[in-house]
């Protein structure tokens, strides 16, 4: 199936293919200074950061590694449990190096907050976090985002490597997906 046979799921696009690039364009402007000078690793957290994370290391005129990590919070709802499993480690010592978490979305934050403490404790010499989106709304905890894309209302959306059942993670754009999707 076609991308744009799929954007008939949705009942709204939210923030469009130009919108992301813009901004991420912007946010990577950011970084470069924040960062001069530094070495920087982006750790990405799979699968939903894909997209976030191939852009954004290709806007970025700097020099990166990349990693990746696999965690687990939610069972087969669409509700935070705040249980966070591991389910692929980073390959990287973080001793001494300058992390940017790169999320697709923070929702509730539990998951970012575990990951943050969880980061922290292996010695780096920094801890950041870069979302694209994020549902002010949702927040169950504080999360502290240094670069954020987009706050957006408490609706589960799709695209741009995030999912719903593992489809629509390939949609340009970031939207919310029609009722009748769920039934
Ligand atoms: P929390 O609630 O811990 O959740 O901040 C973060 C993770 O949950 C997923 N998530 C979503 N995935 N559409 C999605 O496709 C959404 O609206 C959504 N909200 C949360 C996502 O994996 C994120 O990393
Ligand atoms: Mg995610």
Redesign the pocket.
């Known amino acids: 199936m076609e991308p744009r046979d799929i954007e008939g799921d949705l009942t709204e696009i939210l923030i469009d293919e130009e919108q992301i690039r813009a901004r991420l364009a912007e946010l990577c402007r950011v970084i470069e200074k924040d960062y001069a000078g530094k070495d920087l690793l982006l750790v990405g957290?799979l699968k939903?950061a894909v997209m976030v994370m191939a852009d954004l290391a290709r806007e970025l005129v700097h020099p990166i590694t990349m990693d990746w990590m696999a965690v687990s919070?939610?069972g087969s709802g669409?509700q935070?449990s705040g249980v966070v499993r591991i389910l692929k480690d980073l390959d990287t010592d973080l001793h001494g190096r300058n992390v940017l978490i790169v999320?697709?979305?923070?929702?509730?934050?539990?998951?970012?907050s575990w990951l943050l403490a969880n980061l922290k404790s292996r010695g780096p010499e920094s801890v950041e976090i870069c979302a694209l989106l994020r549902?002010p709304a949702?927040a169950r905890v504080d999360i502290d985002v240094k670069y954020l894309g987009f706050d957006i209302p408490n609706?589960?959306?799709?695209g741009y490597g995030?999912?719903?059942d593992e489809r629509y993670r390939n949609l340009r754009s970031v939207g919310v997906l029609a009722p009748h999707i769920y039934a």
């Open positions: 957290v939903g919070s939610y669409t935070s999320e697709d979305i923070i929702d509730s934050g539990l998951t970012l549902k949702a609706q589960f959306v799709v995030l999912d719903f």
